[in-house]
Every structure is written in C-alpha cells, then in structure tokens.
C-alpha cells in the first residue's frame, strides 16, 4: 500500500471504457477523476514517482496535430503508470502518404495496443475511433469541440486553490467560438455547479453560448469585477476562416488583461491560461508570471489528472490499492 491522500466519497463513479468528452460525464464521475487525480498527485510527490497500474499495456499516443503540454503531459502520465508507450505523429507516418485515420488506427490496434490517446483537428475524430476500435480512446484535443482532460486539470487546479467550485464566479475570457478548452471548461464548470461567463469580441462571443448555461457579455470591466477565477484564452488563429476582429492591438486593448484591469478584480481571483500563451495579447507578461497567476500549477495538475483518466479508463478502482514499483 502506498502512502497516497485521501480520496473523497465518490471514487467509483465511474464505469466507462472512453474518456471522448466532458459533455456526457455526470458532475459524479468528474469528481471521481479529480479524487482519484489526487491520490496521483501524492505518488508524483514521492521519492518513486512509478506505479504498476498500466504495467503490461501499451498506449499510442496518436497526435495528428501539434502539442506541447498535452503530448509530453499524457507520456509522462503513461511512464509514472508503467506503461509500454509509442508516440505516433502525422509527419512520420503514412497519414502522409494517404491512409485514413480508420486505416491508421486499425494497423495499430492490429498490433494489440491497449489504450489511443488522440488529438486531431477534426472534431469527433475521437468518437469515430471508438466505434471502429476495441482499444480505449483518450480525447487529448479534437478541433474546437473538447479537451476533456484540459477542463478536467482546470477544474481540479480550482478546486484546489478555492476549496470548492459551486457558487463560484468563473469568466472565460478571449477566443470562446473556436475554442475546445472552452466548451469542456463551460461543461465541467456549470456541471459542479459554477456560474459561468464568457467575454470578448461579439464576433467571437455569440449569445448562443447562453443556452450553454453561461452569462454572454462583451464588456471585460463586467466581466472580471466579480470573477473568483479568469481563464484567459488565445486566440485560435489556425481555426479561423477568416479575421474575427479588426487589429491584434485593438484586441489587446479591449480585451487583455493588464496591470489596470488587474486592479479591478477581487484580489484573491485566479489567473489561469491553458497555454500556449500569446505574451502581449491575452494577458501582460508579468501577469502570466505573477504571484496571482496558476498556469504552471495548471501544468503540474495535468500529470496527475491524466494519470488518473488512464487507470480509471483501463478499469482501474481504488488508487489507494496500487503500491509503489
Ligand atoms: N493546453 C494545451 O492543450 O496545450 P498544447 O496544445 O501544448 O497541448
């Protein structure tokens, strides 16, 4: 028996196979991964940060568009859990040569791979992979619709410095229409029961978002003044038809978040940005650095958190079971 935390009361919510989206987990089996990411995150505080959970499986980490965290985030999760891993990237395989997705992913399953870890530009591309595999499928990313495990970390990271996340006020501020962090932060968010609001340019802010549960403004005084957490977003050029606003320097101006703004919101509210981050745009510099900001604390959270997602997908129970290697 390691010496793991605590866990809380819910630990077995949870009966799935995939983790494709935040959408359709209930608060109770959220919560389950954020207790369970707890007792990872003791072991990640030990002196042999290894477990035997995964000992014997192999996992594809199968990235078919550019990461940092994520990648390198899920390939540590995967070796700390003992895991057989092969990282898989479009430019060196045959996806360039034309081989579809399906193809791709059956060859490997072919291989008695265990678990896919996929990101993708497409959106669904995870769900379309878990109707033709046998493997477990791990959403790290698709296009602008989820990234469960980003809304998971952040939730968990919340939670950790507010004690709670119901009746909080949580503003997501930037590029929402394209964003996947958005979606999967607005549904773990309003799910445990925070009240959500979004703010930045009309063009990337519809007031549709309001059947998501969430306030809709494009006024950032009103959107900080009351916030407990901001979770600034950058914006999604890649994803982006055509331009959203007129300059990135009217952006900044409107809608950054500077030393002044700073001033303006409750002295104990979170900073928090998934990365990467765009110095100079989103958030002043110094801001992203400050004393007030939690975005490497988001990082370290990942870790934990994707840990958790792989054991509970992979059947795993009781973390407080699993000794150190
Ligand atoms: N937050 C996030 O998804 O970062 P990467 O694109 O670097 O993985």
């Known amino acids: 028996m390691g010496s793991m935390a605590k866990t809380g009361e819910s630990l077995m919510a949870w009966n799935r196979k995939h983790l494709l989206d935040i ?16 007792a990872f995150k003791a072991v990640g505080e030990r002196a042999i940060k290894k477990v035997p959970a995964l000992r014997g499986k192999t996992v594809v980490n199968l990235f078919v568009e550019p990461s940092t965290r994520t990648r390198t985030s899920f390939e540590l999760a995967e070796q700390r859990l003992s895991a057989d891993i092969i990282n898989f990237t479009a430019e060196a395989s045959s996806l360039k040569k034309g081989e ?28 379309f992979l878990s109707r033709v595999l046998n493997a477990h499928v791990v959403n790290a990313g698709d296009g602008a619709h989820e990234h469960p495990t980003q809304a998971l ?7 950790e410095k507010k004690g709670s996340i119901a009746g909080l006020n949580v503003t997501i501020l930037g590029d929402i229409l394209y964003s996947r962090v958005a979606r999967s932060d607005i549904w773990a968010l309003t799910k445990l029961g925070a009240k959500v609001t979004l703010c930045g340019p009309a063009t990337l802010v519809p007031k549709t978002f309001e059947q998501m549960g969430c306030r809709v403004t494009h006024n950032m005084e009103e959107a900080i003044r009351d916030a407990d957490v901001i979770n ?4 999604q050029h890649e994803r982006q038809r055509k331009t959203m606003f007129p300059s990135i320097n009217e952006y900044s101006r409107l809608f950054g978040l500077d030393r002044q703004r700073l001033g303006q919101t409750k002295p104990d509210a979170l900073i928090m940005h998934p990365g990467p981050i765009n110095r100079g745009v989103e958030i002043d510099s110094d801001i992203a650095d400050g004393e007030r900001s939690v975005v490497l604390q988001q990082v370290t959270n990942g870790l934990a958190v994707r840990m958790a997602v792989l054991f509970l997908v992979n059947g795993g129970k009781d973390p407080q079971e699993i000794s150190a290697n």
Do not use: Q, Y
Not at 153 to 158: A, M, N, Q, S, W
Not at 232 to 235: A, D, E, K, S
């Open 153 to 159: 970390l952040d939730v968990f990271t919340i939670r």
């Open 23 to 38: 959408e359709s987990l209930t608060a109770e089996e959220i919560t389950t991964v954020l207790d369970t990411a707890l």
């Open 232 to 235: 600034l977003l950058r914006i």
């Open 100 to 127: 579809t997705l399906k193809d791709t992913a059956r060859n490997l399953e072919a291989m008695n791979v265990d678990v896919i870890v996929i990101r993708h530009s497409a959106s669904g591309a995870p769900h």
